[in-house]
């Protein structure tokens, strides 16, 4: 668990004694949390020549070689061509660890002359048996008092987070002078890890550059601002990664003050007089084959220990304290330490919380369906927690059930409202947010104290609901719920201010704690993948009608399209369409609150309309004559003409026979093409009645000779006999009789 708001929760010193102080150490990193730091490290120079082979297998403390006395040359153990120096170590975390924080140091001792010189900045790291990455140092810092040496800095945390606890680290092409004695190079990654089988620590890793000699003979780094255990126990670790301790060369030491005076530290391989010894070691057990390759019990020049002391007199430091200092001196022998780290036991609160879910309506998880949240919090640490709150942010895939609030286990028991002010309990709706105060004296504004116990049997227990959403585009951008509760307190002693994530409360084949959210699928088979549609093709003056599918309570909608069209509506119309608004129209649908969005398209055609027809007929027409019906001839369409008596024709030109005075009237016809349809063109049509047959007569027989009387056949006259008819007005044809004459 990393401290929140850590420069104003933790106030840390450097100070340095008489030493010469090249570069003065700062924090490189920090964590208050369960756990540890770890080195995995190994030197880049050894030795050639006769003696060398025993000198660097000599098993500390014992042992007198050195780098004074022997020729330089590389390490380098992985056939590789494009490497001239190669090393390997392996880290091994105890079950449960996270890797926190890991730093990459190297250094060596090297002059402007030196063949890799302009590249000593850069170093390759291998995983296993990866493939090298090529890293280049975030600090460099060269040095010219007491040697001349360069040291590098390299933050490699996303690198071994992602190799896991347990890995093999081989790091290439690190740059030293070789060829000569008194020469050194090495490498070391500094690890922060977290491990909840562990005590509460504060752990630091120090950055920095001094030399330890006779003339210069003490570096002190000193923390301060925590606070450890009120009572019991307080175990703690120191660190240090050294050039050039030399095996034998005695008067190098490392002490502690943690308020009760300075006292010597050493373990099983690293004596009081004789600290850095050319050895890397965790709490006196000396690194060696198969973990470190090549297995050189002597590395003759390079330190990188953990020193574990025993403090079960509390000599080193006490309860209660709230500063320590470590101190390397010498009495004679000359050293370059880069890096120091400390680990010390605190007293604080570690609040924990879990979330675990269950599907009321049992198997596959349905959009619809009602989940029901159980969230446990408690404080495993060494310090009550007091004004402590829970809160639970609901992701936008699940819709809080209201009034389901209720804590069933622990202070405050029972059911709560959704409303503000009135109990421990409130629902946000605006942010999503359940909110929740826990432990012994809570109420309806403060949190209350939840006392620390290492089986968290002070805990507090409370549910609440919530339905899988049914909405399809929320579930094609994610159909996993993920939850995760956050508990919040502060340290009743300490004062300081923690928070800290659940995990799901299940754990995995070695008991360890699985971290993360809560995760919940939904089974979204029943839902289509997002479109965009309209009512394509569309004519001229039409409105075009935009869709988007499936619909959604939540998403926003943005579309964009030709003409500048812009709109914020899920289905919008564009209404009197012309020839420039056809084209593709893109319709981008988001999720609030989330970077998840779809983008859909649907091209829309418009199509020209026909003109309005001009139509014509041959009226007027007499009663039993045919109507004769016209219109221009369109390219491609069709037509429909509707009239009087249920009148209907699809034909361009229709025909109506055998007219009666029924069939006058308007006639209308509308002319089809590219699926649009003109406005209605229109021609009357009148039907005049047919006069009756006309009944003629004569003086008929007469006698040659006489005269044919004068007949009147509607307005015409003629001495002979005549037939008329009327057609489109009356006309007269001449006809002659003989027959029936009388001599």
Same mark, same amino acid.
């Given at each position: @668990?990393?401290?929140?708001?850590?420069?104003?929760?933790?106030?840390?010193?450097?100070?340095?004694?008489?030493?010469?102080?090249?570069?003065?150490? $700062?924090?490189?990193?920090?964590?208050?949390?369960?756990?540890?730091?770890?080195?995995?490290?190994?030197?880049?120079?050894?030795?050639?020549?006769?003696?060398?082979?025993?000198?660097?297998?000599?098993?500390?403390?014992?042992?007198?070689?050195?780098?004074?006395?022997?020729?330089? =040359?590389?390490?380098?153990?992985?056939?590789?061509?494009?490497?001239?120096?190669?090393?390997?170590?392996?880290?091994?975390?105890?079950?449960?660890?996270?890797?926190?924080?890991?730093?990459?140091?190297?250094?060596?001792?090297?002059?402007?002359?030196?063949?890799?010189?302009?590249?000593?900045?850069?170093?390759?790291?291998?995983?296993?048996?990866?493939?090298?990455?090529?890293?280049?140092?975030?600090?460099?810092?060269?040095?010219?008092?007491?040697?001349?040496?360069?040291?590098?800095?390299?933050?490699?945390?996303?690198?071994?987070?992602?190799?896991?606890?347990?890995?093999?680290?081989?790091?290439?092409?690190?740059?030293?002078?070789?060829?000569? %004695?008194?020469?050194?190079?090495?490498?070391?990654?500094?690890?922060?890890?977290?491990?909840?089988?562990?005590? @509460?620590?504060?752990?630091?890793?120090?950055?920095?550059?001094?030399?330890?000699?006779?003339?210069?003979?003490?570096?002190?780094?000193?923390?301060?601002?925590?606070? &450890?255990?009120?009572?019991?126990?307080?175990?703690?670790?120191?660190?240090?990664? !050294?050039?050039?301790?030399?095996?034998?060369?005695?008067?190098?030491?490392? @002490?502690?003050?943690?308020?009760?005076?300075?006292?010597?530290? *050493?373990? =099983?391989?690293?004596?009081?007089?004789?600290?850095?010894?050319? !050895?890397?070691? +965790?709490?006196?057990?000396?690194?060696?084959?198969? /973990?470190?390759?090549?297995?050189?019990?002597?590395?003759?020049?390079?330190?990188?220990?953990?020193?574990?002391?025993?403090?079960?007199?509390?000599?080193?430091?006490?309860?209660?304290?709230?500063?320590?200092?470590?101190?390397? %001196?010498?009495?004679?022998?000359?050293?370059?330490?880069?890096?120091?780290?400390?680990?010390?036991?605190?007293?604080?609160?570690?609040?924990?919380?879990?979330?675990?879910?269950?599907?009321?309506?049992?198997?596959?998880?349905?959009?619809?369906?009602?989940?029901?949240?159980?969230?446990?919090?408690?404080?495993?640490?060494?310090?009550?927690?007091?004004? !402590?709150?829970?809160?639970?942010?609901?992701?936008?895939?699940?819709?809080?059930?209201?009034?389901?609030?209720?804590?069933?286990?622990?202070?405050? =028991?029972?059911?709560?409202?959704?409303?503000?002010?009135?109990?421990?309990?409130?629902?946000?709706?605006?942010?999503?947010?359940?909110?929740?105060?826990?432990?012994?004296?809570?109420?309806?504004?403060?949190?209350?104290?939840?006392?620390?116990?290492?089986?968290?049997?002070?805990?507090?227990?409370?549910?609440?609901?919530?339905?899988?959403? &049914?909405?399809?585009?929320?579930?094609?951008?994610?159909?996993?719920?993920?939850?995760? #509760?956050?508990?919040?307190?502060?340290?009743?002693?300490?004062?300081?201010?923690?928070?800290?994530?659940?995990?799901?409360?299940?754990?995995?084949?070695?008991?360890?704690?699985?971290?993360?959210?809560?995760?919940?699928?939904?089974?979204?088979?029943?839902?289509?993948?997002?479109?965009?549609?309209?009512?394509?093709?569309?004519?001229?003056?039409?409105?075009?009608?935009?869709?988007?599918?499936? *619909?959604?309570?939540?998403?926003? +909608?943005?579309?964009?399209?030709?003409?500048?069209?812009?709109? &914020?509506?899920?289905?919008?119309?564009?209404?009197?369409?012309?020839? #420039?608004?056809?084209? !593709?129209?893109?319709?981008?649908? *988001?999720?609030?609150?989330?970077?998840? $969005?779809?983008?859909?398209?649907?091209?829309?055609?418009?199509?020209?309309?026909?003109?309005?027809?001009?139509?014509?007929?041959?009226?007027?027409?007499?009663?039993?004559?045919?109507?004769?019906?016209?219109?221009?001839?369109?390219?491609?369409?069709? +037509?429909?003409?509707?009239?009087?008596?249920? /009148?209907?024709?699809?034909?361009?030109?229709?025909?109506?026979?055998?007219?009666?005075?029924? @069939?006058?009237?308007?006639?209308?016809?509308?002319?089809?093409?590219?699926?649009?349809?003109?406005?209605?063109?229109?021609?009357?049509?009148?039907?005049?009645? &047919?006069?009756?047959?006309?009944?003629?007569?004569?003086?008929?027989?007469?006698?040659?000779?006489?005269?044919?009387?004068?007949?009147?056949?509607?307005?015409? +006259?003629?001495?002979?006999?005549?037939?008329?008819?009327?057609?489109?007005?009356?006309?007269?044809?001449?006809? $002659?009789?003989?027959?029936?004459?009388?001599?």
């Amino acid at each position: @668990m990393k401290k929140s708001y850590l420069a104003f929760l933790f106030f840390l010193t450097v100070t340095v004694g008489v030493s010469q102080v090249i570069t003065p150490f $700062s924090i490189a990193s920090q964590f208050t949390q369960k756990g540890g730091i770890r080195f995995v490290a190994n030197t880049v120079v050894t030795c050639s020549g006769p003696g060398c082979a025993a000198g660097r297998v000599e098993v500390p403390p014992a042992g007198t070689s050195t780098d004074n006395g022997f020729t330089a =040359a590389y390490v380098d153990i992985d056939a590789d061509g494009t490497t001239f120096s190669s090393s390997s170590d392996s880290l091994t975390l105890p079950l449960c660890s996270e890797i926190s924080w890991a730093g990459l140091y190297w250094g060596g001792e090297m002059t402007n002359a030196g063949a890799n010189y302009a590249t000593r900045n850069q170093v390759k790291l291998k995983v296993n048996n990866g493939t090298y990455l090529n890293l280049t140092a975030d600090n460099l810092q060269d040095n010219n008092i007491g040697f001349d040496t360069y040291h590098c800095f390299k933050d490699v945390t996303p690198i071994v987070q992602a190799a896991g606890t347990n890995a093999r680290f081989t790091v290439a092409n690190v740059a030293a002078r070789v060829g000569g %004695t008194n020469r050194f190079g090495g490498w070391s990654i500094v690890i922060i890890y977290k491990n909840d089988l562990q005590p @509460m620590r504060n752990l630091t890793v120090f950055n920095g550059l001094s030399n330890v000699s006779g003339g210069n003979p003490i570096t002190d780094i000193t923390v301060s601002g925590f606070l &450890t255990p009120l009572s019991g126990p307080v175990t703690f670790e120191l660190g240090a990664i !050294t050039y050039d301790g030399d095996r034998s060369s005695t008067g190098d030491q490392l @002490m502690f003050n943690g308020g009760s005076g300075f006292v010597n530290i *050493s373990d =099983a391989v690293n004596p009081l007089n004789d600290i850095f010894n050319s !050895t890397y070691s +965790y709490n006196g057990v000396q690194k060696t084959t198969p /973990f470190i390759n090549p297995g050189y019990t002597n590395s003759l020049g390079f330190d990188a220990d953990i020193f574990v002391p025993n403090n079960a007199a509390k000599n080193y430091i006490g309860n209660s304290a709230t500063s320590a200092t470590m101190r390397m %001196t010498t009495g004679g022998e000359t050293f370059l330490t880069q890096v120091a780290t400390m680990a010390i036991d605190v007293y604080e609160p570690d609040l924990r919380s879990a979330v675990r879910v269950v599907d009321l309506n049992g198997g596959s998880v349905l959009p619809g369906d009602i989940l029901e949240y159980t969230v446990v919090g408690k404080n495993i640490g060494s310090d009550p927690s007091v004004n !402590t709150f829970i809160t639970d942010t609901l992701e936008y895939n699940a819709v809080y059930v209201p009034g389901s609030l209720s804590v069933t286990y622990g202070p405050n =028991a029972g059911a709560k409202t959704d409303a503000a002010g009135d109990d421990q309990f409130e629902y946000i709706a605006a942010q999503r947010v359940i909110r929740v105060r826990v432990g012994t004296g809570a109420n309806a504004v403060s949190g209350g104290q939840v006392n620390n116990s290492s089986l968290g049997i002070d805990s507090t227990q409370f549910k609440f609901r919530a339905m899988a959403t &049914t909405d399809c585009i929320v579930l094609q951008c994610d159909n996993i719920i993920n939850n995760r #509760a956050y508990i919040f307190g502060t340290g009743n002693v300490s004062g300081n201010t923690w928070s800290n994530g659940s995990n799901p409360g299940i754990f995995d084949i070695n008991g360890c704690p699985i971290p993360g959210t809560t995760a919940t699928p939904i089974s979204a088979a029943s839902c289509l993948p997002p479109s965009a549609g309209s009512n394509s093709p569309v004519c001229t003056g039409s409105t075009i009608s935009l869709t988007s599918s499936p *619909s959604s309570s939540v998403a926003t +909608y943005s579309w964009t399209g030709p003409g500048g069209f812009v709109s &914020t509506a899920a289905n919008p119309n564009r209404a009197n369409a012309t020839v #420039a608004m056809a084209g !593709t129209y893109t319709c981008v649908i *988001s999720i609030p609150s989330s970077s998840c $969005s779809y983008t859909v398209t649907t091209v829309v055609v418009v199509n020209v309309r026909p003109a309005t027809p001009a139509p014509s007929s041959n009226t007027p027409v007499c009663t039993g004559n045919t109507i004769n019906l016209s219109t221009a001839a369109v390219a491609g369409a069709t +037509y429909s003409w509707t009239g009087p008596s249920a /009148f209907a024709s699809a034909l361009q030109n229709p025909t109506r026979p055998n007219a009666t005075v029924a @069939m006058a009237g308007t006639y209308s016809v509308t002319v089809t093409a590219n699926g649009c349809t003109s406005a209605v063109g229109t021609t009357a049509v009148v039907v005049n009645a &047919t006069p009756a047959t006309p009944a003629a007569s004569s003086n008929t027989p007469v006698c040659t000779g006489n005269t044919i009387g004068r007949y009147l056949f509607g307005n015409c +006259y003629h001495k002979r006999l005549y037939e008329c008819s009327r057609n489109n007005g009356c006309s007269c044809q001449y006809y $002659s009789s003989y027959s029936n004459c009388l001599q």
